[in-house]
Structures are given as structure tokens and as C-alpha cells.
């Protein structure tokens, strides 16, 4: 069992910038790969950002290459998101994942444990 909540969202200027934290407990931290995930209305949950336990592989979506970086502290039982040049079409709840697999893949299948989710909102 893995347990993830989400922390650092809010309302922000688009061209500002947020950290996303993401606090896992249950399973071994470093033995699995983490990922965010993001869901506006109307629209399907969508993959963000990706990164293994070791932290040598990391994966983008092209949407936010550049301008988001993904970061993980084991000893913490953490994984970051920091979100800079924030456009409005960045709007949505972001979610993280934990892969038990530690496959560093874009498809929600693959991501067995989820958190609750926090909310982002770029405003223009």
C-alpha cells in the first residue's frame, strides 16, 4: 500500500510559478517511480511529468517541457513538480502517482496508487 497527498497548489498570475509537493508513505519510497498527472474540466486526466526512484529517468508531455521540472527526495518521501512560466491552460487538478513497477511511463494504467489531487489555477 502506498498513501500520496498532494500540497502546494493555489491561484497564481500566469508567468508565475508553484511547487507542487507530493508526500508518500506505506511501500519503500525508493523503490518505485512517481508521476504527476493533471485533469481540467471537461477534459481526461492527462500525463505531466515522470521520474524513476533513482531519478536518472524523467519523462515530459511536450506541453509543459521546459518549463516544469520534476524532482524527488528519497529521504524525504517526497516528489516535487515546479511549475514556472505558468499558462492559463496549466489550470487543472494536479495529481500524483506512484508506479510500483518503477517504469517511467506516460499511461495512467500503469500508476497503481493516486493521491487526492490539488488544485492549480493560472489566471490571465
Known amino acids: 500500500q502506498v498513501q500520496l497527498v498532494e500540497s502546494g497548489g493555489g491561484l497564481v498570475q500566469a508567468g508565475g510559478s508553484l511547487r507542487l509537493s507530493c508526500a508518500a508513505s506505506g511501500r519503500t519510497f525508493s523503490t518505485y517511480a512517481m508521476g504527476w498527472f493533471r485533469q481540467a474540466p471537461g477534459k481526461a486526466r492527462e500525463f505531466v511529468a515522470a521520474i524513476s526512484w533513482s531519478s536518472i529517468r524523467k519523462a515530459y508531455a511536450d506541453s509543459v517541457k521546459g518549463r516544469f521540472t520534476i524532482s524527488r527526495d528519497n529521504a524525504k518521501t517526497t516528489v516535487y513538480l515546479q511549475m514556472n512560466s505558468l499558462k492559463p491552460e496549466d489550470t487543472a487538478v494536479y495529481y500524483c502517482?506512484?508506479?510500483?513497477?518503477?517504469?517511467?511511463?506516460?499511461?495512467?494504467?500503469?500508476?497503481?496508487?493516486w493521491g487526492q489531487g490539488t488544485q492549480v489555477t493560472v489566471s490571465s
Open positions: 502517482a506512484a508506479d510500483l513497477s518503477n517504469s517511467v511511463v506516460t499511461g495512467r494504467d500503469a500508476y497503481d496508487y
